[in-house]
């Protein structure tokens, strides 16, 4: 009888609170938030390219906060994405990657 009772006053006690939530149910609404710039995404001239195909899997920062590397560096580095981590980026696209990374972040 007594297990009944706790029985009874659980579902009551839901019920109450399916009912508490009915008659006040959430308002949502959209707000503007700035987030910080974590160089989530590549800038400049022919950052597009760049954009389209590099920041599938990691952010701009993962590629930028890297040392200063030579051209040839780039491109191992763009190939490496490519057949090591499957990234899917067309072949045709890489001259225009390398060029970018080099003038951004190339040895001078
Ligand atoms: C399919 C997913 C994927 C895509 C797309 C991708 N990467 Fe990566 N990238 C990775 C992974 C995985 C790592 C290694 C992360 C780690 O070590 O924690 C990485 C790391 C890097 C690093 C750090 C150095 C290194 O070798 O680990 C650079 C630089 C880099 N990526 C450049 C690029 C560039 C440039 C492109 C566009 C051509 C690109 N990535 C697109 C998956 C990807």
């Not at 195909?53 to 191992?76: D, E, K, R």
């Not at 990234?87 to 040895?107: F, M, N, Q, W």
Request: net charge neutral.
């Amino acid at each position: 009888m007594s297990r009944m009772i706790f029985t009874l006053a659980l579902v009551s006690a839901a019920a109450i609170q399916i009912a508490a939530y009915a008659q006040s149910p959430l308002t949502l609404k959209s707000v503007s938030i700035d987030l910080p710039d974590r160089s989530t995404m590549f800038s400049g001239p022919g950052s597009d390219v760049v954009n389209d195909n590099c920041l599938a899997c990691h952010s701009a920062g993962m590629v930028l906060n890297q040392p200063a590397l030579p051209t040839a560096t780039w491109q191992a580095e763009a190939e490496k994405m490519i057949h090591i981590f499957k990234a899917p980026v067309d072949e045709k696209d890489v001259p225009a990657i390398v060029e970018y990374l080099t003038r951004t972040k190339g040895t001078k």
